[in-house]
């Protein structure tokens, strides 16, 4: 049983080990995976405006470029402190916050007149959505069993690709009727209601860090030490980051280029492309949530095979997508390529629930924005630009043929962390010991 479960009011049931039973843990999960929705509607319905943008304001493809870049960015910097924030004061407050802020800059792009300004509000959404992952995944964690914290998280996640492929449909289909400025304020407005309605789920009480720095008062650097030395104990934790980063390098790569590759190859159209790149999409959603479930069954009687099993769904990804791209002929070239998707969402939601796991209950959503952080700038940002460079100098056939041998870093990362995950996750609840609490003080004479 978790220990900040049996901490301030709190009830769980011996039987199930959920925080306050099934009722607040599934309303939780659910208000939850819908602002998850909201924030990738929110973050990719620009994509579906860019000929808008480029007709009405000659923008370059360097500057509708970086209205996307920039939400990943401000989302990479802002994640730790928001997730420090968070753990230490409250998870709801925190979400619905977050929340506000990021649905607020995306209405507030309707009134963009210029691109400066656009750019500006694009950042605002990133930062408003900065940290959302960990401290809703950390939050969703706490009110379930361990046992199904693997499919939920995975869940979770996936939803980010239903919320992107509808931001993309919906951004299109608004603009055309109605204007590219209709499109950010009908996809803004949901965002503020479940904002609203997500201060009814039911937090998980702060848990205290340690008993020596939690009954003084400690400064903002001690606090943040301490913080440090309970993450960097668990090695897994480390090997678990860079697995779940290399094998976004082969998800970002495939999602960001295959309506260009679609194009360019097979000469589909491009809007064509775009609905079938969506179904390679849906299908890496499907994909986390089937992958989930079967690596927390994996994990049933000895916890290092989950990561065993990670391990050996990145191999098998990137066998079937090397494959689906520089073998299969084309008329099952699409196919292949949608179960290469399937399979390459394998660690989505596995990663995090592992590294909740390895953490001290205190630091959840700190710990899971570390591994937001590597994922985003080492996976989500790193994949796509380094098909780019491929694609230039050796062909996307090629570069895409090539991205997916980053699968086997990650798997080689995932064997690394099953040699100390069970020890780090025996101990993620205690306590550092008194000796490593506070810096040693200077002998005196």
Not at 351 to 358: F, P, Q
Request: with cysteine; hydrophobic share 60%; glycine share 10%.
């Amino acid at each position: 049983m978790d220990l900040h479960a049996m901490e301030n009011g709190a009830k769980p049931s011996a039987a199930d080990g959920y925080l306050y039973g099934r009722g607040p843990a599934w309303f939780a999960f659910a208000m939850t995976i819908a602002l998850m929705v909201f924030d990738y509607v929110d973050r990719q319905v620009i994509v579906s405006l860019f000929p808008h943008l480029k007709a009405e304001w000659g923008l370059s493809d360097k500057q509708l470029g970086a209205l996307v870049s920039v939400v990943s960015v401000t989302v990479a910097l802002g994640a730790l402190p928001v997730a420090l924030f968070a753990d230490r004061v409250s998870r709801v407050r925190s979400i619905a916050t977050m929340a506000t802020l990021w649905s607020l800059a995306t209405l507030s792009c309707m009134w963009a007149r210029s691109y400066g300004v656009l750019l500006a509000l694009r950042g605002v959404v990133g930062l408003g959505e900065a940290g959302y992952g960990a401290v809703g995944s950390a939050l969703i964690a706490s009110h379930f069993p361990a046992r199904m914290r693997g499919a939920l998280l995975a869940g979770f996640f996936a939803s980010a690709s239903v919320g992107s492929v509808l931001g993309v449909l919906l951004g299109g289909l608004i603009a055309a009727r109605w204007g590219w400025q209709a499109a950010f304020g009908v996809v803004g407005l949901p965002g503020l209601l479940l904002a609203l309605l997500y201060l009814k789920v039911r937090d998980y009480p702060t848990v205290a860090m340690a008993p020596a720095l939690e009954a003084r008062r400690q400064s903002l650097g001690e606090a943040a030490a301490h913080i440090v030395r309970l993450l960097a104990r668990s090695r897994s934790m480390f090997w678990v980051c860079v697995g779940g980063a290399a094998q976004l390098i082969v998800v970002s790569a495939l999602w960001a280029w295959l309506p260009s590759f679609l194009n360019r190859v097979h000469g589909v159209a491009p809007a064509q492309a775009g609905v079938q790149a969506a179904l390679v999409v849906l299908c890496g959603a499907a994909g986390a949530v089937v992958w989930g479930a079967v690596v927390d069954r994996a994990g049933l009687r000895t916890p290092r095979r989950k990561l065993a099993m990670m391990a050996l769904l990145c191999l098998v990804s990137m066998a079937v997508l090397v494959a689906a791209v520089a073998w299969v002929p084309p008329a099952q070239q699409f196919a292949a390529i949608a179960l290469g998707g399937f399979l390459a969402t394998c660690t989505v939601g596995p990663v995090t629930a592992i590294v909740i796991d390895v953490v001290h209950p205190g630091v959840r959503a700190t710990g899971a924005s570390v591994l937001a952080l590597f994922q985003n700038l080492f996976g989500l940002a790193a994949g796509p630009f380094l098909a780019g460079v491929l694609s230039d100098a050796l062909g996307l056939v090629t570069a895409l043929s090539v991205l997916p041998l980053a699968a086997l870093g990650a798997a080689a990362a995932f064997l690394l962390a099953a040699r100390s995950y069970e020890a780090d996750k025996a101990r993620a609840a205690e306590p550092l010991p008194p000796a490593e609490l506070l810096p040693a003080r200077p002998a005196t004479a």
